[in-house]
């Protein structure tokens, strides 16, 4: 049937987007509010192939200094300017992000432990397999660095979404 002037087509895929996937995941909006801050969130509704490694709401909140704050606290003595704050602050999510995001998909969890470079400079993540529990999914079987363990999988059109109960140290 032809189409009418004016009338709307939504566009549909078949898959969602890794940009959909976290929109609705509740337990991972503080890592999605700080992402889309960002230029590299682009990456979320592109063809790159990505794997995320997204943490809870619960672990964020855990952290005692948060994305957005320096690793080591500044010296009260110093003054910087509130620009200066801000270009600080979002240096500091920018890493921390990028250390939450694989920049290939899909990722293998074989028996040996294995290394999978970030999209922030100088830091990989390691898995190591824990178990050989025939039947369950092989993410469920294995430990990300720190004994953090994955907790969730969606897929995307664009690559996975793994929730973790922890954050990526780096």
Same mark, same amino acid.
């Not at 092989?138 to 109960?165: C, F, H, P, S």
């Given at each position: 049937?032809?189409? &009418?002037?004016?009338?709307?087509?939504?566009?549909?895929?078949?898959?969602?987007?890794?940009?959909?996937? #976290?929109?609705?995941?509740?337990? /991972?909006?503080?890592?999605?509010?700080? /992402?889309?801050?960002?230029? #590299?969130?682009?990456?979320?509704?592109?063809?790159?192939?990505?794997? #995320?490694?997204?943490?809870?709401?619960?672990?964020?909140?855990?952290?005692?200094? &948060?994305?957005?704050?320096?690793?080591?606290?500044?010296?009260?003595?110093?003054?910087?300017?509130?620009?200066?704050?801000?270009? #600080?602050?979002?240096? =500091?999510?920018?890493? *921390?992000?990028? /250390?939450?995001?694989?920049? &290939?998909?899909?990722?293998? !969890?074989?028996?040996?432990?294995?290394?999978?470079?970030?999209?922030?400079?100088?830091?990989?993540?390691?898995? &190591?397999?824990?178990?050989?529990?025939?039947?369950?999914?092989? *993410?469920?079987?294995?430990?990300?660095?720190?004994?953090?363990?994955?907790?969730?999988?969606?897929?995307?059109? =664009?690559?996975?979404?793994?929730?973790?109960?922890?954050?990526?140290? !780096?």
């Amino acid at each position: 049937m032809p189409e &009418k002037p004016g009338t709307f087509q939504p566009l549909t895929n078949s898959q969602p987007t890794l940009a959909d996937l #976290l929109t609705i995941e509740t337990s /991972a909006s503080i890592f999605y509010s700080y /992402a889309r801050e960002l230029e #590299l969130s682009v990456r979320f509704n592109s063809d790159d192939m990505s794997t #995320l490694l997204v943490p809870t709401n619960k672990a964020v909140m855990a952290l005692a200094r &948060k994305p957005h704050q320096d690793p080591d606290p500044v010296e009260p003595k110093i003054e910087i300017s509130e620009q200066e704050s801000d270009q #600080l602050s979002k240096r =500091n999510v920018e890493r *921390w992000v990028s /250390a939450h995001i694989i920049p &290939k998909s899909p990722i293998s !969890f074989s028996s040996e432990a294995k290394a999978y470079e970030t999209l922030l400079e100088g830091k990989s993540v390691t898995f &190591k397999a824990m178990s050989d529990e025939s039947g369950e999914p092989e *993410w469920t079987q294995v430990d990300l660095e720190d004994g953090t363990r994955i907790i969730g999988m969606r897929k995307a059109k =664009n690559g996975v979404m793994y929730i973790i109960d922890s954050t990526v140290k !780096f």
